[in-house]
Nanobody
Framework: VQLQASGGGLVQPGGSLRLSCVAS????????ARWFRQAPGKQRELVAG???????NYADSVKGRFTISRDNAKNTIYLQMSSLKPEDTAVYYC?????WGQGTLVTVSS
């Protein structure tokens, strides 16, 4: 099983970025898939999740700004991030228990 995250980078405050996570060996269509993030010196925290029926949940800190979605045909989940803030700077990880992607760094800075 492999989860491959991509799409991170440097973006200015207020900007947007889309993260992707493609899975092999596991199906996102039948398993809960989530995005976590870990900022320097902080614990890893849940950002968003999408269930097998498409139900979603978000951390309060990203509600209204981030959207998690899934493409079953591509076995890929996405995290569309808008109105980014410096406090969104972190390494973002995709997860489908018990498997983790390698992380992709998002830096929000002017």
């Amino acid at each position: 099983v492999q989860l491959q995250a991509s799409g991170g980078g440097l973006v200015q405050p207020g900007g947007s970025l889309r993260l992707s996570c493609v899975a092999s060996g596991i199906s996102f269509s039948v398993n809960l898939a989530r995005w976590f993030r870990q900022a320097p010196g902080k614990q890893r925290e849940l950002v968003a999740g999408i269930g097998r029926f498409g139900n979603t949940n978000y951390a309060d800190s990203v509600k209204g700004r981030f959207t998690i979605s899934r493409d079953n045909a591509k076995n890929t989940i996405y995290l569309q991030m808008s109105s980014l803030k410096p406090e969104d700077t972190a390494v973002y990880y995709c997860n489908s228990q018990p498997f983790w992607g390698q992380g992709t760094l998002v830096t929000v800075s002017s």
